[in-house]
Nanobody, 124 residues
Framework: QVQLVESGGGLVQAGSSLRVSCAAS????????MGWFRQAPGKEREFVAG?????????YGDSVKGRRTITRDNTTRDTVYLKMNNLKTEDATVYYC????????????????WGRGTQVTISS
């Protein structure tokens, strides 16, 4: 039973922008904080960004600060968007959506659910 569904990945040129989306298919997940990690081959999963449910507080990983914006649908609160600007070749990897009770648990990878991931490929 798929609960988090990502979309919007693809092939883009370095320096361009891309927005990926994640929809929670189970209503209870929309009550949680939601966010994004990424994982390159042979590397650990890395926190990218997270947003709380109630007050839309955001947090970003150090490697992407200033180049990423996470937003959350303010009506249904069950969809989050990650806008990535000025993409670099090192940003090419799989991006995973996740949900957790709060951002702190998310940072510790204590999550309720992972999506299957969406691939972002960048041409130089």
């Amino acid at each position: 039973q798929v609960q988090l569904v990502e979309s919007g990945g693809g092939l883009v040129q370095a320096g361009s922008s891309l927005r990926v989306s994640c929809a929670a298919s189970r209503r209870t997940l929309s009550t949680y904080a939601m966010g994004w990690f990424r994982q390159a081959p042979g590397k650990e999963r890395e926190f990218v960004a997270g947003v709380t449910r109630s007050d839309f507080v955001t947090r970003y990983g150090d490697s992407v600060k200033g180049r990423r914006t996470i937003t959350r649908d303010n009506t249904t609160r069950d969809t989050v968007y990650l806008k990535m600007n000025n993409l670099k070749t090192e940003d090419a990897t799989v991006y995973y959506c996740t949900s957790a009770m709060n951002i702190e648990r998310m940072l510790g990878s204590v999550v309720a659910c992972w999506g299957r991931g969406t691939q972002v490929t960048i041409s130089s």
